[in-house]
Nanobody
């Protein structure tokens, strides 16, 4: 499975970006699709996930109310809508796949988000 994350860029604080995650070689059916991020000098952290079949969503507390995750079955894509971005959101964002409740095992290459104050 190859994952492609895109949509990163540079924005000012308060701005918005939408990240996309697409898969080649298979659909997301039966998978959870997650977004993670790694800020400079910090460990990778979970941001959000969505169950492709169930639509069940999970969003980490630090971005609750600002970030949302969604899926598009027709495009076989998952999106991370990021609003009211803050400088502390600056990181490389990765999408990943997990089969059911298993650990995330497939990872994309990451897309850089830079938020300036």
């Amino acid at each position: 499975v190859q994952l492609q994350a895109s949509g990163g860029g540079s924005v000012q604080a308060g701005g918005s970006l939408r990240l996309s995650c697409a898969a080649s070689g298979r659909t997301f059916s039966n998978y959870r699709v997650g977004w993670f991020r790694r800020a400079p000098g910090k460990e990778r952290e979970f941001v959000a996930s969505i169950g492709w079949n169930s639509g069940r969503r999970s969003v980490t507390d630090s971005v609750q109310g600002r970030f949302s995750i969604s899926r598009d079955s027709a495009k076989n894509a998952v999106y991370l809508q990021m609003n009211n971005l803050k400088p502390e959101d600056t990181a490389v964002y990765y999408c990943a796949l997990a089969l059911g409740l298993a650990q995330f095992e497939y990872w994309g290459q990451g897309t850089l988000v830079t938020v300036s104050s």
